[in-house]
Nanobody, 127 residues
Framework: QVQLVESGGGLVQAGDSLRLSCAAS????????MGWFRQAPGKDREFVAF????????YYVDSVKGRFTISRDNAKNTVYLQMNSLKPEDTAVYYC????????????????????WGQGTQVTVSS
């Protein structure tokens, strides 16, 4: 398994940007699929973004398409979520997740697809 630590959350105003980082430990990061999920108060955790092991494929939930960008740096064992034009409805705890996918390019979009999770970072967007 991969151990994950998120950072970069905070309190911002609507329209601002934030970049979340997720640092991974373990030798399997470069072959792992990575995802970002979020959980707003009183709601279930939802999928936000996916990136495959090489960074050649990504996928987003409709509500963030065109505003968020997922990327990764395998040399630094880090995955990022660049969030632009933030809205109050983006307020949530954001989690990164890893799946030891062994260089697969399958799209993993469900919580159950992932076997390692970070502790989460709070993002609050004020109106």
């Amino acid at each position: 398994q991969v151990q994950l630590v998120e950072s970069g959350g905070g309190l911002v105003q609507a329209g601002d940007s934030l970049r979340l980082s997720c640092a991974a430990s373990g030798r399997t990061f470069s072959s792992s699929a990575m995802g970002w999920f979020r959980q707003a108060p009183g709601k279930d955790r939802e999928f936000v973004a996916f990136i495959n092991w090489s960074g050649s494929r990504s996928y987003y939930v409709d509500s963030v398409k065109g505003r968020f960008t997922i990327s990764r740096d395998n040399a630094k064992n880090t995955v990022y979520l660049q969030m632009n034009s933030l809205k109050p409805e983006d307020t949530a705890v954001y989690y990164c997740a890893a799946r030891g996918a062994l260089f697969s390019s399958t799209y993993y979009l469900r919580e159950n697809d992932y076997d390692s999770w970070g502790q989460g970072t709070q993002v609050t967007v004020s109106s």
